[in-house]
């Protein structure tokens, strides 16, 4: 395996020093446990250091092994810089007016965005964005005991903070066409006008989405 990033699955039998001894015979140079399966462990190796096929056969025939996986980064689809692009895709080509004559959404309803962030201030954005009702902001203490601090408005799974602010632009636009603030007279609507927005950054500035990061976004939102 020539990747640098791994997703290791142990059985339930391996115990902790077992998985230690694994990460030190490869050379792992970062690795955590994912907080959703205590089994899953997530491997990162130094550029370059790949370990070697010996130890890596080891590893693979091990019975305290389930299997093991590359960290697979995908990218964001690529869209055109043409300033009328997004009216190409209307809300009339999918009849939403049929729907909203029975109902435009509900502020009750919670739709996380795994993407690479959200433009928090933006007006067609900021009415409809989720807010952790357990989390007092800036207080530096883990309220609501969840395991992130200061998640006030979700959470960055690519740099570990809880600024999930989009530095790609793609989850805005995507966030836009799910819950944009409708029958406002600004900008435009989205399918729901009434929605809670959850920005779960898992993308980084260049459009790279890792599996690793996709996984922990799952488990921080069916948490909630």
């Known amino acids: 395996m020539a990747a640098s990033r791994w997703l290791v699955w142990f059985e339930p039998s391996a115990t902790l020093p077992d998985r230690a001894n694994f990460r030190a015979a490869l050379g792992v ?3 955590r446990t994912s907080s959703m399966f205590d089994t899953l462990e997530y491997w990162q190796f130094a550029a ?40 190409l895709w209307g809300l009339p080509s999918i009849k939403a007016d049929l729907a ?9 309803i919670t739709v996380a965005v795994l993407d690479t962030g959200l433009r928090m201030d933006h007006e067609d954005l900021v009415g409809n964005l989720w807010t952790n009702p357990g989390e007092i902001p800036g207080n530096r203490i883990d309220d609501d005991g969840d395991g992130y601090v200061d998640d006030v408005h979700g959470w960055d799974f690519v740099n570990g903070d809880n600024d999930p602010s989009d530095d790609y632009f793609h989850g805005t636009h995507v966030a836009g066409t ?5 029958n406002n007279a600004k900008g435009i609507t989205g399918v729901a006008w009434n929605v809670a927005l959850m920005p779960l950054k898992i993308c980084d500035n260049n459009g790279r989405c890792y599996l690793s990061a996709e996984i922990e976004a799952l488990a921080y939102a069916l948490k909630l």
């Not at 096929?53 to 869209?79: F, I």
């Not at 799910?178 to 409708?182: C, P, Q, R, V, Y």
């Open 29 to 31: 140079q970062h690795s």
């Open 48 to 87: 370059g250091n790949r370990p070697a096929q010996a130890a890596v056969q080891r590893l693979l025939g091990s019975p305290a092994v389930r299997s093991v996986d590359v960290d697979v980064a995908r990218r964001v689809a690529v869209t055109p810089n043409d300033p009328s692009y997004s009216q």
């Open 100 to 108: 909203w004559a029975r109902g435009t959404g509900s502020a009750g």
């Open 178 to 182: 799910i819950g944009a603030k409708g």
